[in-house]
């Protein structure tokens, strides 16, 4: 039987703007189960990293934020803790992957001191027993002469090994999930598929769940169980990998699909775009949040939001096509 590990009910996450609240996240629905690899997508701006953040409450200290919804983990709804059980769970039972490891990583630091204070910190480790257990972390990221790395500053190494070391780290206290937020992004093709592979391994031999946050379709492809798509703070489509590549249904999907580089462009021939861009949040559609950049919306469209329909086992899509022909 599936254990669901993360289940988000209706999430509205809110900024103050202009004396008004807005939405950067509206109405997200989303289930992780163990050893699962969920991916989330879509242009920034679409909330992903609002959402994967909120699940740690990261943003109640540097701004004004207002929730609605539940986050249950393991059953405990987050957005009803106390902060001092959030900072338990952080880096605890959820750590994080971020998209710049060296920004993540404190400069003035030794990889190893900040491995070691992590386990320190959650697992009541001594000095000796931490550095032992930050080493084999270090050893199973890949990192060639993990004693070494263990002494050496976060800007002696490449983006790579930043990138395991913060894999590493995140990995330490082996949490139940894992928040890859961008974390290939700022590294070249070949490290990517090295720390995607490593993600896939470490899925595989830990049983735990992985919630990849990415705007890369190809890397979702290779790695991900499953994916939710996300535009404007709702999740648009979601389906199996598998069934989202070889049946994508709402538009915004088909775009970001058609957008993917492939082999056998003509020479001169303009790479396929999803016109126009996402609006800021005071400018949110009335209706379908996508119809300002949809070929195929009409005023009807415009005018009223659609429902999530599931159009078959595990498929849903929030367009008004499917809505009206179902």
Request: aromatic residues 4%.
């Amino acid at each position: 039987m599936s254990e669901t590990i993360l289940e988000i009910k209706d999430l509205h996450v809110l900024f103050p703007v202009h004396k008004k609240w807005l939405p950067a996240v509206d109405g997200v629905n989303l289930k992780i189960e163990k050893g699962e690899i969920t991916g989330v997508v879509g242009e920034s701006g679409s909330g992903k990293s609002v959402m994967s953040q909120t699940i740690l409450r990261l943003r109640d200290h540097d701004t004004n934020v207002r929730y609605e919804g539940e986050i249950l983990f393991e059953g405990e709804d987050l957005l009803k803790q106390p902060l001092n059980k959030i900072r338990d769970i952080r880096g605890d039972r959820i750590s994080v992957i971020f998209q710049d490891p060296l920004t993540s990583l404190s400069p003035v630091h030794t990889v190893g001191s900040q491995l070691s204070e992590v386990l320190t910190l959650h697992k009541g480790l001594n000095k000796e027993q931490a550095k032992e257990k930050a080493i084999e972390m270090l050893k199973l990221t890949g990192i060639p002469n993990p004693e070494n790395c263990f002494k050496q500053y976060p800007y002696e190494l490449s983006g790579g090994m930043q990138q395991r070391v913060m894999i590493a780290m995140a990995l330490s206290c082996e949490p139940k999930l894992l928040i890859a937020d961008e974390p290939t992004t700022a590294l070249d093709v070949t490290i990517q598929e090295q720390i995607l592979q490593l993600i896939r391994e470490l899925n595989e031999k830990l049983g735990m769940s992985v919630l990849f946050i990415t705007h890369d379709m190809g890397a979702v492809a290779n790695l991900c169980h499953n994916v939710k798509v996300m535009y404007l703070g709702q999740v648009v489509e979601e389906a199996s990998t598998e069934e989202l590549f070889q049946n994508p249904l709402h538009p915004y999907t088909q775009g970001l699909l058609s957008c993917i580089p492939h082999l056998g462009v003509k020479k001169g021939e303009p790479l396929p775009v999803i016109e126009g861009s996402v609006p800021p949040l005071s400018k949110v559609p009335v209706g379908c949040h996508f119809c300002t950049r949809c070929k195929m919306a009409d005023q009807h469209c415009m005018e009223h939001e659609p429902p999530a329909c599931e159009v078959a086992p595990g498929h849903v899509v929030k367009c008004w096509k499917y809505a009206e022909s179902g």
